[in-house]
């Protein structure tokens, strides 16, 4: 067994799968497919958290909140990728300027400042539905693993 999959309960290409489920969205938004606050651009944002929080909840890692942040930094690699990918096609000729620089250090800037945010952002994505997993397991698994101790302490006895 991995080191990966003994502290996140999941295989490093469990993770990238996991975390693979939020980038239709990066895809679709920056091909101007879905644009923000239609339905279809909520679902695309909401479903892939829900799902990590559902598969945290099935296997039981270890340490959920380690691995859905797992995910989320697994994500905003993801995420930065995708928008460099679709630079071009997210901006068009008339990408975003910076002033009277040099469009080529301009662009090499806000490239740079892209990644930075997909990144900061699949990361905090991830903290937040990470302490999501984190209540809802207590919640949800802690009260069962109470009831399971209790069948096992039966079965063996007094």
Request: hydrophobic fraction near 55%; charged fraction near 15%; aromatic fraction near 6%.
């Amino acid at each position: 067994m991995s080191a990966g999959r003994r502290t996140l309960g999941f295989s490093w290409p469990a993770l990238v799968a996991l975390a693979g489920l939020a980038a239709p969205r990066v895809v679709l938004h920056d091909l101007h497919v879905v644009e923000e606050g239609q339905p279809a651009a909520v679902l695309l944002a909401v479903v892939p958290l829900i799902c990590w929080v559902v598969a945290v909840l099935w296997r039981r890692p270890p340490r959920p909140f380690l691995t859905v942040l797992a995910i989320g930094a697994i994500h905003g690699v993801l995420l930065a990728v995708g928008h460099q990918i679709l630079w071009d096609e997210a901006f068009g000729a008339t990408g975003p300027r910076l002033g009277d620089f040099d469009p080529r250090v301009q662009e090499a800037i806000l490239r740079l400042a892209a990644v930075f945010s997909s990144l900061v952002t699949g990361v905090l994505t991830g903290v937040v539905t990470g302490a999501v997993a984190v209540v809802l397991s207590r919640v949800v698994i802690g009260p069962r693993r109470a009831t399971e101790r209790q069948v096992e302490k039966a079965r063996r006895g007094p």
